[in-house]
């Protein structure tokens, strides 16, 4: 019933959505009243995303090679999204030059990014990597502004910028006294995992626009599926060589039907009801998340280090994100706010699932 119920807003006339891009868009209707059913969506959301490393993890550790882990996920992410955009009924894309910018985006947002997440967690534990990849909306702070006119690198953005920074150098520094080190090798796969959702986040802001969240949603994902599944076909050969555990193929439906899927039906009801920069508080709770899960689960150290970074890590993002609440204590509140890139970066995660 609450699936059916969040379909039917997806659904609603194209001027109730913003005319942009989920996590791209500049969405910012009137701040509504908060009830605890959305707070029960922005939790789930929260959990979903940051539990996604957890799941890479066993899944990795149940015996699925990269590749095969990615294609399973993708193929019943695609395979939600479908379903979910037919029972809405949304109109898809007319322009030849808006699928191939959806293809950009499905190489940039979700195949190379979930290539190095997936391979960097063979090398380093899932809290980690839920640390290293929460670095998105810092990444954006130095890209957005080559690219886009609208952005600008204001005192607080340098300053998250500075601090994140420094929580990063916290994290790997056990690892750079030894540069030939598979931890540091996957610390750096998932700060490029990072840096490719950067990319994807200004390029989705500067081409894609006028289309209902769910299609980019789906479009993406299916164009990577429609990749990664050939490759893991050549190079895994999954059907003969591969022989994942009962956990293993729970990994993949928990990350390809509620990370890659129902995911989005939560952060696009977050998005209507709340805007986008209240949505993008979701990316304080993910390295909350991973550190949690991995350490019940999966029994991965806490350490001083990781909570120390961690820590510094989320006050530079809320420093980046400081700007729109800035402005609406000066009074300006009552002006349309425009989304800041790294305040909706986050919402790239929701491409991801991870």
């Given at each position: ?5 969040v ?6 006339p ?10 791209t ?11 605890s ?5 922005f939790?789930t959301l929260g959990?979903?995303?940051?539990s996604?490393y ?5 899944g ?5 090679p990269p ?8 193929s ?7 379903t ?8 898809l ?10 293809l ?20 380093i ?7 290293l990849?929460?670095t998105?909306?810092l ?7 080559m690219f ?19 929580g ?13 080190d ?6 750096l796969?998932?700060?490029g995992?990072?840096?490719?959702y950067g ?8 081409n894609?626009?006028g289309?209902?969240?769910?299609i ?15 490759l ?6 999954p059907?003969?060589d ?14 390809g039907?509620?990370?890659s899927?129902?995911?989005y ?9 709340w ?17 949690v ?12 280090n ?10 530079g993002?809320?420093?980046?994100n400081s700007g729109p ?9 009552g ?10 970066d ?9």
């Amino acid at each position: 019933m609450a699936v059916r119920g969040v379909v039917a807003r997806l659904a609603m006339p194209a001027r109730n959505w913003p005319t942009g891009v989920g996590p791209t868009a500049r969405y910012h209707p009137a701040m509504q009243r908060g009830t605890s059913w959305v707070w029960l969506v922005f939790l789930t959301l929260g959990f979903l995303w940051g539990s996604s490393y957890l799941w890479i993890k066993i899944g990795l550790e149940g015996g699925l090679p990269p590749l095969t882990l990615i294609a399973g996920r993708l193929s019943l992410g695609a395979l939600f999204l479908v379903t979910v955009v037919a029972l809405a009924r949304q109109e898809l894309p007319r322009s030849r030059r808006m699928y191939g910018h959806l293809l950009v985006m499905a190489i940039v947002n979700i195949v190379l990014p979930f290539i190095l997440i997936t391979v960097g967690e063979q090398s380093i534990d899932s809290a980690l990597a839920s640390i290293l990849n929460a670095t998105v909306p810092l990444t954006v702070i130095v890209l957005a502004p080559m690219f886009l006119p609208d952005e600008r690198i204001t005192l607080p953005r340098i300053a998250g910028l500075a601090v994140g920074f420094a929580g990063v150098i916290l994290l790997v520094a056990p690892d750079l006294v030894n540069l030939s080190d598979s931890d540091l090798t996957g610390e750096l796969m998932m700060l490029g995992s990072s840096i490719a959702y950067g990319v994807g986040n200004v390029y989705a802001r500067r081409n894609v626009h006028g289309l209902r969240p769910m299609i980019p949603a789906l479009f993406q994902v299916s164009f990577a599926a429609a990749i990664v599944v050939p490759l893991a076909l050549v190079v895994d050969h999954p059907f003969s060589d591969v022989h994942p555990t009962p956990g293993a193929f729970l990994a993949v439906a928990w990350l390809g039907i509620l990370g890659s899927g129902f995911a989005y039906l939560c952060y696009f009801t977050l998005l209507q009801r709340w805007g986008a920069t209240r949505t993008s508080m979701v990316a304080y709770l993910l390295p909350v998340v991973g550190i949690v899960l991995g350490a019940l689960v999966l029994g991965e150290p806490i350490t001083l280090n990781r909570i120390g970074g961690t820590l510094l890590v989320i006050a530079g993002i809320a420093l980046v994100n400081s700007g729109p609440a800035l402005r609406r204590i000066r009074g300006q509140s009552g002006e349309r706010e425009q989304v800041p890139a790294a305040a909706s970066d986050s919402g790239a995660q929701a491409e991801r699932g991870a």
